[in-house]
């Protein structure tokens, strides 16, 4: 934890990496979040699960292409906007890029 920079009274809990996310995130949010939550509040969560459980799988060997496709689909979906501003490529984009690569 640290002070975040610019105020005295708001401290900052950062985690860094698959593994932690897994076994430090998951299980809080498995147990506290997710049953108090929404359905669509939970299929995200199971759809985040998905994704990082996928990055963590492949992360030492190449994927899949139609394997990353999807991923690249789900992300989209979930975050269509991506953080607030406009994506640099649409999905069409990415996907006829991901194909031109064989």
Do not use: H
């Not at 401290?11 to 932690?20: A, E, L, M, P």
């Not at 049953?35 to 060997?61: A, H």
């Not at 269509?80 to 984009?93: C, S, Y």
Request: hydrophobic letters at 35%; aromatic letters at 12%; charged letters at 30%.
């Amino acid at each position: 934890m640290v002070k975040k920079s610019g105020t005295e009274k708001v401290w900052i809990y950062s985690i860094k990496g698959t593994q932690n996310i897994k076994n430090l995130i998951f299980p809080f949010f498995a147990q506290y979040i997710v049953p108090y939550s929404s359905k669509y509040t939970s299929d995200i969560f199971s759809n985040f699960c998905y994704i990082i459980n996928k990055l963590d799988e492949n992360k030492k060997k190449t994927m899949a292409k139609e394997e990353l496709i999807e991923l690249i689909k789900l992300v989209y979906l979930m975050n269509p906007e991506g953080k607030g501003k406009q994506r640099k490529r649409t999905l069409e984009e990415i996907i006829d890029i991901i194909n031109e690569k064989e």
